[in-house]
């Protein structure tokens, strides 16, 4: 809302009463604030009408801009903000999710891709810092209301951080890691009560050992804290605050919408200011909001005009994410927070893999070049030979053949790392080597395919291919080893695979049968963690395709035994920890071999959604498993 106060706008500051509007003739240094920080970032009361302003700037078609707007224009702004303010003071408040369109405003006409969409600084005509240019001019704007305070789940109405609830358990006060954290709950850029303190200290509690899903051992967990405790602590950490208490309420099933709404108002007021627009906390802030979005779109039960504004809001927050992180000089000008920019990275690459689309923000050294792990790692690739004897044997690329070999080093260290939790470099540098890595295969990927129409022999390259998208697979799965079930985050990787592979007759591949073996495997994984209850007849398709050719490749028409299945594994890049369960659970399911032990859990997708969800936002399954299930399983044990 606009940080002005008219007599129609009263102001209710944390526990303080009512403030008297100041005099009309007042001038008005901050026009687009959304909230009024003069009363430690309290927002209005929550029965008058709070303005969608995300929705609202998908109007604007400026570019991102964080110069000030001229005298002239901001005046001109205000009266105009004003107008439609002073117009909504009559409306109802009503319980409304964010996202939530109007039909008037014809959503359904939106269709503009995120490589479209601007970020547009609080200084330019538009309500927000979110904006999106659309060939088609159509707006996706949410209607005027408000929100459901995040208290109101206790019964009450008032501001979410200006209630106490006498109910609520006191949050203990931990001295583990957050000594300095529970001290300075006075001094933060935003007022908490008991409510928001709780959730806070689940937000520093749930994040912190999930920050890194390589990290088993959570030998990051101090560092990370550290990072989440400073950008809580910073001067400008308003919006960050606010986005972790998002973040938290929806992790306890309560309304987070009035704190989401916060979160982007703050960021919006900061990138108003040249020396805090880039700043690690605003850009933690968009990360989380981007996040927490993607989380929404990830729910098959988001539908209709709600989807449609939320995808908007979700692209709009991708964007600006892009733009700043290109205006602070890319993620190699993060380096002295590696939090988040390994946070930042990863997320990057994961989107990248799930929707086969260029990554957003890449890692590069100061020469241009991405770093080689084997340049880190006291090994060699003359350790791994017998790995790569497979891939010599078929003629591999070159080039994928040098990224194999890197891959076969790192995986080394990382099954080492995973069984006695000692690696050459720590937890922060294995996930960033992790999304490298990624990014070589999807990159070498995505080359072949552009040159795909001057290669000669089509099924030479279908090997390649193949070889490339089952090792995509393999290392999003052992780099997270703690999913069991990756949903439709990995549906784009596991059909090329199976189209690629449909290229190769199995005659191409009778130099290696225990790497085509491990191929299909690897294939076979993906389809089976497609959700359960909505495989479409392709994906069933897929999976009859893996089960048929995989039999195929053992070679006998009797059930072969799971341990020497495993030996020809073990001769392809393998990690015993993450696979050799899972493979045999997988095996025993295809009819590969038999059941060796008693309680065989289906690997199938067990875990959040049981439809399919669009790939673009499948990677929201994998936010909302890791960040979102903990309050879930808490609950499950307590009863």
């Known amino acids: 809302?606009?940080?002005?106060?008219?007599?129609?706008?009263?102001?209710?500051?944390?526990?303080?009463?009512?403030?008297?509007?100041?005099?009309?003739?007042?001038?008005?240094?901050?026009?687009?604030?959304?909230?009024?920080?003069?009363?430690?970032?309290?927002?209005?009361?929550?029965?008058?009408v709070v303005r969608s302003f995300v929705m609202k700037s998908a109007r604007n078609k400026k570019p991102w801009s964080t110069r000030p707007k001229s005298p002239k224009t901001e005046s001109s702004v205000t009266a105009k903000s004003r107008r439609q303010s002073s117009s909504r003071t009559s409306s109802k408040i009503g319980e409304l999710q964010i996202s939530t369109c109007s039909s008037r405003l014809e959503c359904d006409t939106f269709t503009a891709q995120w490589e479209n969409w601007t970020l547009t600084s609080p200084s330019s005509t538009s309500d927000s810092v979110f904006s999106s240019n659309s060939?088609?001019?159509?707006?996706?704007?949410?209607?005027?209301?408000?929100?459901?305070?995040?208290?109101?789940?206790?019964?009450?109405?008032?501001?979410?951080?200006?209630?106490?609830?006498?109910?609520?358990?006191?949050?203990?006060?931990?001295?583990?890691?957050?000594i300095d954290f529970t001290r300075s709950f006075d001094s933060l850029a935003v007022r908490l009560d008991a409510n928001a303190e709780y959730l806070l200290h689940q937000f520093v509690e749930d994040i912190t050992p999930r920050l890194l899903p390589i990290d088993l051992h959570r030998s990051s967990e101090a560092a990370a804290a550290s990072w989440v405790t400073t950008s809580i602590q910073s001067p400008i950490g308003a919006p960050f605050i606010y986005a972790a208490l998002t973040s938290?309420?929806?992790?306890?099933?309560?309304?987070?919408?009035?704190?989401?709404?916060?979160?982007?108002?703050?960021v919006n007021r900061l990138l108003a200011d040249p020396g805090k627009n880039t700043d690690d906390t605003t850009i933690a802030?968009?990360?989380?909001?981007?996040?927490?979005?993607?989380?929404?779109?990830?729910?098959?039960?988001?539908?209709?005009?709600?989807?449609?504004?939320?995808?908007?809001?979700?692209?709009a927050h991708l964007s600006g994410l892009s733009t700043m992180i290109g205006q602070r000089g890319g993620l190699a000008a993060l380096e002295s927070n590696r939090c988040l920019q390994v946070c930042i990275f990863m997320h990057s690459i994961a989107q990248a893999i799930t929707t086969f689309k260029p990554p957003y923000a890449l890692l590069f050294r100061a020469n241009g070049e991405i770093e080689d792990y084997a340049t880190v790692s006291f090994q060699t690739p003359h350790t791994q030979s017998h790995i790569l004897r497979a891939h010599h044997n078929l003629g591999i690329d070159a080039k994928l053949l040098t990224i194999i070999s890197t891959i076969s080093v790192f995986i080394s260290d990382l099954s080492s790392w995973y069984d006695t939790g000692t690696s050459v470099v720590g937890s922060l540098d294995l996930q960033k080597h992790a999304s490298l890595l990624m990014y070589r295969?999807?990159?070498?990927?995505?080359?072949?395919?552009?040159?795909?129409?001057?290669?000669?022999?089509?099924?030479?390259?279908?090997?390649?291919?193949?070889?490339?998208?089952?090792?995509?697979?393999?290392?999003?799965?052992?780099?997270?080893?703690?999913?069991?079930?990756?949903?439709?985050?990995?549906?784009?990787?596991?059909a090329k695979l199976h189209a690629s592979l449909q290229q190769a007759p199995m005659h191409h591949w009778a130099n290696a049968p225990d790497l085509i073996f491990w191929t299909l495997t690897m294939g076979a994984l993906g389809a089976k963690s497609l959700p359960k209850n909505s495989r479409s007849p392709t994906q069933k398709t897929m999976l009859a395709f893996f089960t048929q050719y995989c039999r195929h490749a053992i070679g006998s028409p009797d059930m072969a035994s799971a341990e020497l299945l495993l030996?020809?594994?073990?001769?392809?890049?393998?990690?015993?920890?993450?696979?050799?369960?899972?493979?045999?659970?997988?095996?025993?399911?295809?009819?590969?071999?038999?059941?060796?032990?008693?309680?065989?859990?289906?690997?199938?997708?067990s875990e959040g959604e049981r439809e399919q969800v669009d790939d673009k936002y499948a990677l929201g399954q994998s936010t909302t498993m890791r960040f979102f299930g903990a309050e879930k399983t808490r609950k499950r044990k307590r009863a």
């Open 248 to 266: 938290a309420a929806r992790a306890a099933k309560l309304n987070p919408e009035g704190y989401k709404w916060r979160a982007v108002s703050e």
């Open 567 to 605: 030996e020809r594994m073990k001769t392809c890049l393998w990690v015993p920890y993450i696979f050799d369960d899972r493979v045999k659970r997988l095996w025993v399911s295809m009819g590969l071999c038999r059941a060796e032990v008693v309680d065989l859990e289906d690997v199938s997708s």
């Open 135 to 178: 060939s088609n001019g159509a707006v996706c704007e949410s209607p005027a209301s408000t929100y459901t305070s995040p208290s109101a789940e206790y019964g009450y109405a008032d501001d979410a951080c200006g209630v106490s609830n006498p109910t609520r358990p006191v949050l203990p006060r931990h001295t583990s890691f957050t």
């Open 285 to 315: 802030t968009v990360l989380i909001l981007l996040a927490l979005e993607e989380a929404d779109l990830a729910d098959p039960r988001r539908k209709g005009d709600e989807r449609r504004c939320s995808v908007s809001v979700n692209d």
């Open 1 to 48: 809302m606009l940080a002005q106060q008219t007599k129609a706008f009263d102001a209710v500051g944390g526990d303080s009463g009512p403030v008297s509007p100041p005099e009309t003739k007042e001038k008005h240094h901050t026009t687009f604030m959304f909230i009024d920080s003069s009363n430690g970032g309290i927002n209005a009361k929550p029965d008058k």
């Open 441 to 494: 295969l999807f990159d070498w990927y995505d080359q072949n395919q552009r040159d795909a129409s001057r290669q000669h022999t089509v099924s030479h390259g279908a090997v390649n291919e193949s070889i490339c998208l089952a090792l995509l697979l393999f290392m999003v799965m052992v780099t997270e080893p703690n999913t069991h079930s990756f949903g439709s985050r990995l549906s784009k990787a596991t």
